[in-house]
């Protein structure tokens, strides 16, 4: 019986049924108290105001025989009314307290103390109350057979007729006469509430043993028994049966919670599964891993190790660890077990030992512990990943290292590591010393743009950050003196961070040689140009030679130059001077050595000047040139000096085509036409200069801008012209190449980047 109990008690079903009762318990009664309460005073409420509507009702009825004094007909009313079976008394008082009607005649001329029940009402106060509400003009007091009686006490008010009425006359000051008593039994009342009590506990008992049973059905129907289902399966999955379902044919919290129970056994059989698997796995990964694994004791003996281990030592149960691995008769002075078994924490070390074949091999040990459930540590487990092979390697690339860094720092050229963010000098080879005069721990830690010139610095910074090419810049060795170099630059890997490997070539006395070759160019040019210069000098010195003459021969013969004239003359030796003047400036500027030193520059303004030097030697010899230029013509970045000697050596070398054209066919007429054109579109400028000349053979077109070629006769060209310009033009970051014309002659295809393209 007491185990019955204790499993009542520790039932969750028998808890909800009790806890749930007493709830509906408290719920029920609670109704019901209100309830009978409330149809009590409701009944109470619908007596009195019926008690008060009979009164009233009394009173009009009585009305006209009490205003003609007609006592007979009151008394009649009164005990016609008193029929009705609810009524026990009706009295009429009159001031005095003396009962002077009544349905009950023993009471007639019966005086009352006017302390009594039905008096004090309205004598509680001196002078007695005239006006009073229901509720105060209520009582309810026990009949002598015990059952309650309900008393309703109203005034009965004089009025004006009544004052002046013969019968019984009554002051006017006089505002109450008496009293009407009427008193109803409550004893059906008090019987029907008292039935109604009864249903009202009936009905509530009827509620809760319905509604109890009700919930005790459903909680056994739909939660006992689906719980009691879900723990026997949960007992058997925690017996490792995961293949049982439990059957809970409800699709509310009970069916999802059996669904969840049947997918977490599902789950928890695949996670088994799955664990088993794994240990499988993991059992075969320690026999099969490729490094050394070995479980060892305090006394460090092989607990367990893998078939690797076996195979490369032959080692057998219980052997120590040192001699099975090396060979020796006692522990390592360096042992990475040992240190795990002090602090329980893992340690690295590095080994080496001879295999049974015989070879010495490098191994990486790290070692864990292995604990109890006390957490002390019972065995430490040894992994050595053998790295053999790749000591070998490191052997090699020390050496090979010695090798590139022997090369690296016997390179003739200057080297430089830079940081890649800050352009920082991490490392230089010995050739810095030789072309910068910097020892390497003068230059170490030092910014790379510290070699160029401070204005400069910003735009070679964000140069060597974006480019691969920087040529012909200049920098400063150490005294101060300046460099011209060519800098190649490429994305490296140096000591775990990303560098710039940056090469310079010294090209100060390549360009020095070039600069002269360029003036050498020059001269040969100006000497070309000598004719037409002195034809273009013998105009205005003729002029000024025929002035002069005149000016003598007036003066001889003492006559005098009208001044019209005299200012005529002036103004024309005057203007010839000045194209004297400007021919000489012109050819001592073009014959000056000029630096490399990029400008903006206008092409159609360049060929007019290389024109100018050229244009009378052209028109004497009968060469028309065409000119055909575009107008608003972007500007291009220039040396101006260099690229008019380019315009120069092109118009030369059409001239001398034209000529030699001309030569080859002496008794025909050859077209001697030069044409200049310049076009531009978004991103370049192209200008072109075409001969109708001998033109150049197909084989000779890729050869024509190499040094010291040239296709024309010996002693008359020196096959420096064309490399000279073409280097010109590629220093402005231009292209040139020649053509064959479709008809006769050549043209020469030069172009360039827009200045705000460049």
């Known amino acids: 019986m007491s185990t019955r109990i204790h499993e009542i008690r520790k039932s969750l079903v028998s808890k909800l049924i009790i806890q749930v009762g007493l709830a509906l318990v408290f719920c029920l009664s609670v109704w019901a108290y209100f309830n009978i309460n409330y149809q009590k005073k409701k009944n109470m409420e619908d007596i009195i105001s019926s008690a008060d509507t009979l009164t009233r009702t009394i009173k009009l009825g009585t009305h006209y025989a009490m205003m003609h004094n007609l006592r007979n007909d009151i008394t009649s009313i009164i005990k016609s009314i008193a029929r009705e079976k609810k009524l026990e008394n009706i009295r009429i008082y009159n001031k005095l307290g003396q009962i002077k009607f009544s349905n009950q005649d023993s009471e007639l001329d019966q005086t009352t103390n006017i302390k009594a029940e039905a008096c004090y009402v309205c004598h509680r106060?001196?002078?007695?109350?005239?006006?009073?509400?229901?509720?105060?003009?209520?009582?309810?007091?026990?009949?002598?057979?015990?059952?309650?009686?309900?008393?309703?006490?109203?005034?009965?008010?004089?009025?004006?007729?009544?004052?002046?009425?013969?019968?019984h006359v009554h002051p006017a000051d006089k505002q109450v006469l008496g009293a009407l008593d009427v008193v109803v039994s409550l004893k059906e009342a008090d019987e029907e509430i008292m039935l109604l009590e009864k249903w009202l506990v009936v009905f509530a008992l009827l509620v809760f043993l319905s509604t109890s049973a009700m919930i005790t059905f459903f909680l056994l129907?739909?939660?006992?028994?689906?719980?009691?289902?879900?723990?026997?399966?949960?007992?058997?999955?925690?017996?490792?049966?995961?293949?049982?379902?439990?059957?809970?044919?409800?699709?509310?919290?009970?069916?999802?919670?059996?669904?969840?129970?049947?997918?977490?056994?599902?789950?928890?059989?695949?996670?088994?599964?799955?664990?088993?698997?794994?240990?499988?796995?993991?059992?075969?990964?320690?026999?099969?891993?490729?490094?050394?694994?070995?479980?060892?004791?305090?006394?460090?003996?092989?607990?367990?190790?893998?078939?690797?281990?076996?195979?490369?030592?032959?080692?057998?149960?219980?052997?120590?660890?040192?001699?099975?691995?090396?060979?020796?008769?006692?522990?390592?002075?360096?042992?990475?077990?040992?240190?795990?078994?002090?602090?329980?924490?893992?340690?690295?070390?590095?080994?080496?030992?001879?295999?049974?074949?015989?070879?010495?091999?490098?191994?990486?040990?790290?070692?864990?512990?292995?604990?109890?459930?006390?957490?002390?540590?019972?065995?430490?487990?040894?992994?050595?990943?053998?790295?053999t092979?790749?000591?070998?390697?490191?052997?090699?690339?020390?050496?090979?290292?010695?090798?590139?860094?022997?090369?690296?720092?016997?390179?003739?050229?200057?080297?430089?590591v830079l940081a890649m963010d800050t352009l920082e000098i991490l490392d230089c080879n010995a050739s810095v010393k030789v072309v910068y005069g910097y020892n390497k721990d003068e230059i170490i830690q030092k910014s790379f743009l510290d070699l160029f010139k401070e204005e400069e610095k910003d735009h070679y910074a964000a140069l060597l950050k974006n480019s691969t090419t920087i040529n012909q810049c200049t920098q400063l060795n150490k005294s101060g003196a300046r460099l011209f170099v060519n800098i190649?630059?490429?994305?490296?890997?140096?000591?775990?961070?990303?560098?710039?490997?940056?090469?310079?070539?010294?090209?100060?006395?390549?360009?020095?040689?070039?600069?002269q070759l360029m003036q050498a160019g020059k001269m040969a040019t100006l000497g070309e140009m000598a004719t037409g210069v002195a034809h273009e000098l013998n105009q205005p010195l003729s002029v000024i030679k025929t002035a002069s003459r005149y000016f003598m021969k007036k003066v001889k013969k003492k006559e005098k130059i009208e001044d019209d004239i005299l200012f005529t003359m002036a103004d024309e030796i005057d203007s010839h001077v000045d194209r004297a003047t400007n021919i000489?400036?012109?050819?001592?500027?073009?014959?000056?050595?000029?630096?490399?030193?990029?400008?903006?520059?206008?092409?159609?303004?360049?060929?007019?000047?290389?024109?100018?030097?050229?244009?009378?030697?052209?028109?004497?010899?009968?060469?028309?040139?065409?000119?055909?230029?575009?107008?608003?013509?972007?500007?291009?970045?220039?040396?101006?000096?260099?690229?008019?000697?380019?315009?120069?050596?092109?118009?030369?070398?059409?001239?001398d085509a034209i000529e030699e054209r001309q030569q080859s066919h002496e008794t025909a007429k050859v077209e001697k036409k030069i044409t200049v054109e310049t076009r531009s579109n978004k991103n370049s400028i192209m200008v072109t200069i075409s001969d109708t000349g001998s033109g150049i053979p197909k084989a000779h077109l890729d050869k024509i801008f190499e040094p010291f070629f040239t296709t024309k006769k010996v002693g008359e060209g020196t096959g420096l012209g064309l490399s000279i310009s073409y280097g010109i033009v590629q220093e402005c970051k231009g292209t040139i190449k020649a053509a064959a014309n479709e008809d006769i002659g050549t043209s020469f295809i030069m172009k360039f980047p827009r200045a705000d393209e460049n």
């Open 125 to 167: 106060s001196d002078p007695p109350l005239s006006q009073l509400s229901l509720p105060d003009r209520t009582r309810i007091f026990y009949s002598p057979q015990g059952y309650r009686l309900l008393g309703i006490l109203s005034p009965i008010y004089s009025e004006p007729g009544c004052a002046l009425n013969a019968c």
């Open 221 to 387: 129907r739909f939660v006992r028994r689906p719980i009691k289902k879900i723990m026997d399966e949960t007992h058997l999955i925690a017996n490792g049966d995961y293949s049982a379902k439990i059957d809970v044919d409800q699709d509310d919290e009970m069916g999802q919670l059996s669904a969840a129970i049947n997918k977490m056994g599902k789950k928890i059989g695949e996670k088994e599964a799955e664990l088993n698997k794994q240990w499988h796995e993991y059992q075969s990964l320690f026999e099969l891993v490729p490094c050394y694994v070995t479980v060892q004791d305090r006394n460090y003996k092989l607990v367990k190790y893998n078939r690797e281990f076996s195979d490369k030592f032959s080692p057998s149960p219980g052997d120590y660890c040192y001699a099975a691995y090396k060979g020796r008769n006692k522990k390592c002075e360096i042992c990475p077990v040992e240190k795990t078994f002090e602090d329980g924490r893992s340690h690295f070390s590095e080994e080496k030992g001879v295999r049974k074949d015989g070879i010495l091999s490098h191994w990486i040990v790290k070692t864990t512990a292995i604990k109890d459930d006390e957490g002390q540590v019972v065995a430490a487990m040894e992994m050595c990943l053998d790295f």
């Open 389 to 416: 092979e790749k000591k070998l390697l490191e052997e090699e690339l020390k050496k090979s290292e010695k090798k590139y860094y022997a090369i690296f720092n016997n390179i003739p050229n200057p080297v430089f």
């Open 488 to 515: 190649r630059i490429s994305p490296s890997e140096y000591p775990g961070r990303k560098v710039l490997l940056v090469t310079t070539s010294d090209i100060t006395k390549r360009l020095e040689t070039e600069q």
């Open 584 to 655: 000489i400036g012109h050819m001592r500027q073009f014959g000056r050595k000029s630096e490399l030193k990029l400008t903006k520059v206008q092409v159609n303004d360049t060929l007019k000047r290389a024109h100018d030097i050229l244009g009378q030697q052209l028109k004497v010899r009968g060469i028309e040139v065409i000119w055909d230029l575009e107008s608003n013509l972007p500007m291009i970045m220039a040396e101006p000096v260099r690229l008019e000697q380019v315009f120069i050596n092109l118009l030369i070398n059409a001239r």
